[in-house]
Every structure is written in structure tokens, then in C-alpha cells.
């Protein structure tokens, strides 16, 4: 089945040590999502890729950045985690083109962050 | 500016009792989508439909069916027979043309069936 997949399921680390988290994917589309989710609150896009033009939100912190080498993976990178980056982090994918704004999102079962 | 209102923040309700989720939206755009998802324990989300402003028909999917009226704003989703599978978190979402592929999301309305 076409998918994306989230590694590692579940990530501690230590604060101020860098993590990254991975997505890849086999529906073969060309955006790419890295959203972070605390408890009890609504997804939060962090930033996006149309192809490899990378989108980053206005109030996205510094301290997260993002690579995509190719079409089927991308990573979130955390360069000094704090406390208060501990939270559910979700990639999803959907079809891009001109007008493509309505093809749904999907994700991947997400990577919940801890932070000691 | 658009926004997306899920005024429900938790429904309980007791298996086979039909519910019905609230999404109220606004936007400036003459061209948008709305999107239901669902967020069970586990954590995924799973896109469950997709309607766009110029369809105002209403769907149906075995026990689920969105009622889209533009009049009111209002994209309400209606569980029928509900079943403990169904407990989960239910995301309303709007995508307005040219918005780069950002979905502005409702806060999320935490249903729970109990058996």
C-alpha cells in the first residue's frame, strides 16, 4: 500500500541535544508537510515543500530546520531541543500543480518527541 | 481572515446514539475547500472527505454524511449509529485558493462513544 511512514515512532533525547526525525513516502507526490501537534490542540504547520522549494512558516523557531534530498524523503532536524518543543511531530504528503490546493493531505502516523 | 470554528470541544454520547459534529468557517475566498479528518488514539490522522464551495450536495458514506451549506457557513458532520471505534478526534480544515497549501484548522472536537 502507498504510504507514509514516520521513524522513529516514539524519540527521546536530551535537551539541547540535536534530533531529526524522518518521513518518507510512496505516493510519489510532490509536497511534502512537517506539522507539530502538542495535546489537545490542532496540528501546526511548521513548514512545506513544493518539490525542493522549501516554504517555512513566519513563527516556525529558528531552531527547526528541514531537508528533503530527494522526492520520497524529508527530515525534520531540531537543533537544540528545549522543553517545549516536546509534542506529536506528523508528515504528510499531497499532490501539488497549479490549482492543487484542494488535494487532501496525508499523513504518516507521526514521531512523539520527549525531551529529558 | 479565515478561520475555522469547532465550538465543541468534547461530545460523549452512548454507542448507537447518532451525533453530529459543528464546523463553522470563514473565509473571504469564493473558492475554497473544506476537509474533515479523524484522529484516533493512535495518532494519525485519516483524511475522511474533501468538498469544495461550489458543491453544496450533500455525502454520504455508510454512517457518516457531511452536511455543506453555505448559507450558515457550516460544514457539520453526522455520525449515524455511532460505534466505540469511533472515538477519536474530528479536525474540520479550510483551504482557500492560492494559499500555498496551508489548511486553517479547527481546534478539534474530542468525541467519545461509550459502549
Given at each position: ?17 540535536p ?91 507521526g514521531t512523539r518527541?520527549?525531551?529529558? | ?7 465543541q ?16 468557517y ?14 484516533p488514539?493512535s495518532g ?12 453544496e ?11 455543506f ?13 455511532s460505534q ?22 479547527g ?9
Amino acid at each position: 500500500d502507498a504510504m507514509v511512514i514516520q521513524n522513529p515512532r516514539y524519540q527521546v533525547t536530551q535537551f539541547g541535544k540535536p534530533v531529526t526525525l524522518s518521513c518518507s513516502q510512496t505516493l510519489n507526490h510532490n509536497v511534502m508537510y512537517w506539522y507539530q501537534q502538542k495535546s489537545s490542540q490542532a496540528p501546526k504547520l511548521l513548514f512545506h515543500y513544493y518539490d525542493k522549494d522549501f516554504n517555512n512558516e513566519a513563527d516556525t523557531p529558528d531552531n527547526f530546520q528541514s531537508r528533503r534530498p530527494n522526492t520520497s524523503f524529508c527530515f525534520l532536524d531540531i537543533r537544540s531541543p528545549g522543553l517545549g518543543d516536546a509534542a506529536m511531530y506528523l508528515c504528510a504528503t499531497s499532490r501539488g500543480g497549479v490549482g492543487q490546493n484542494y488535494q487532501p493531505q496525508h499523513f504518516g502516523d507521526g514521531t512523539r518527541l520527549s525531551i529529558l | 481572515a479565515q478561520k475555522v470554528t469547532q465550538a465543541q470541544t468534547e461530545i460523549s454520547v452512548v454507542e448507537k446514539e447518532d451525533v453530529t459534529l459543528d464546523c463553522v468557517y470563514e473565509t473571504r475566498d469564493t473558492t475554497y475547500y473544506l476537509f474533515w479528518y479523524k484522529q484516533p488514539p493512535s495518532g494519525e490522522l485519516v483524511f475522511l472527505i474533501r468538498r469544495n464551495s461550489f458543491d453544496e450536495q450533500n455525502e454520504i458514506s455508510g454512517r457518516y454524511s457531511w452536511n455543506f451549506q453555505k448559507s450558515t457557513s457550516s460544514f457539520n458532520f453526522t455520525i449515524t449509529a455511532s460505534q466505540v471505534v469511533d472515538s477519536a478526534v474530528y479536525f474540520c480544515a479550510l483551504s482557500e485558493e492560492g494559499s500555498n497549501y496551508q489548511l486553517i484548522w479547527g481546534a478539534g472536537t474530542k468525541l467519545i462513544i461509550k459502549p
